[in-house]
């Protein structure tokens, strides 16, 4: 079982649209989770990060987090093409002191 | 303005040399992290630094090796030992551990490595 998981996708939603990408964990002792954005050919991008339970948001973005679902998500509301790219999902665990990257959903914002 | 340079961009290795990839950072961040990406596969994990002087192997070290002389740099070899080379290598570095907000990582541009 991978640490990390996403569906690889594609994912596609028309512009406008919310578009909601998700992400589950298997290690509990995952402390906090990380969203990156990565453009064809590009290195990732931080978008937000959460350590708390609930909801957190940043203009168009909302990340949540359920810690007893072990299960992170990443809400993109009024959907632009400028969105379409693969979003990596990554948890930390203080132990082991590094990130573990789920292998991203490719997101596509149709017109 | 601070951040994390890898160089060069393209590189090309023929069979059997080595090469290397460099990632120099000037946020005086503590840990530095090695990636390989393929297409589908994600980020997997090659070597990463806590500190200078010491180094730890990732999930894929078998090929590669690093070296950790600086805090500030953290150069990859690519071996003649990695039979299947060609992939995104990616660097990233990040403040210390420890503080969950500061797991956070920052990405290098990337250099895309070819086998020809």
């Known amino acids: 079982q991978k640490e990390v998981e996403q569906n690889s996708g594609p994912l596609s939603v028309p512009e406008g649209a919310i578009a909601s990408l998700n992400c589950t964990y298997s290690d509990r002792g995952s402390q906090s989770f990380f969203w990156y954005r990565q453009y064809s050919g590009k290195s990732p991008e931080l978008i937000m990060f959460?350590?708390?339970?609930g909801d957190k948001e940043d203009g168009r973005f909302t990340a949540q987090l359920n810690k007893a679902s072990q299960y992170v998500s990443l809400l993109i509301r009024d959907s632009q093409p400028s969105d379409s790219a693969t979003y990596l999902c990554?948890?930390?665990?203080?132990?082991?002191?590094?990130?573990?990257f789920g292998t991203g959903t490719r997101l596509q914002v149709t017109l | 303005d601070g951040g994390i340079t890898q160089s060069p961009k393209y590189l090309f290795r023929k069979e059997g040399q080595n090469v290397t990839l460099s990632c120099e950072q000037n946020?005086?961040?503590?840990?530095m992290y090695w990636y390989r990406q393929d297409p589908g596969q994600g980020l997997r994990l090659i070597y990463y630094s806590q500190i200078v002087n010491d180094f730890q192997k990732g999930d894929i070290a078998e090929g590669y090796s690093v070296s950790r002389e600086k805090k500030e740099s953290f150069p990859l070899t690519v071996t003649s030992a990695q039979k299947n080379p060609t992939a995104f290598y990616l660097c990233?570095?990040?403040?210390?551990?420890?503080?969950?907000?500061?797991?956070?990582?920052?990405f290098g541009s990337g250099t895309r490595l070819t086998v020809v």
């Open positions: 946020l005086n961040h503590d840990a």
């Open positions: 990554a948890g930390f665990t203080g132990t082991a002191s590094k990130l573990t």
């Open positions: 959460i350590y708390s339970n």
């Open positions: 990233a570095s990040s403040a210390f551990l420890g503080h969950t907000t500061d797991g956070g990582y920052t």
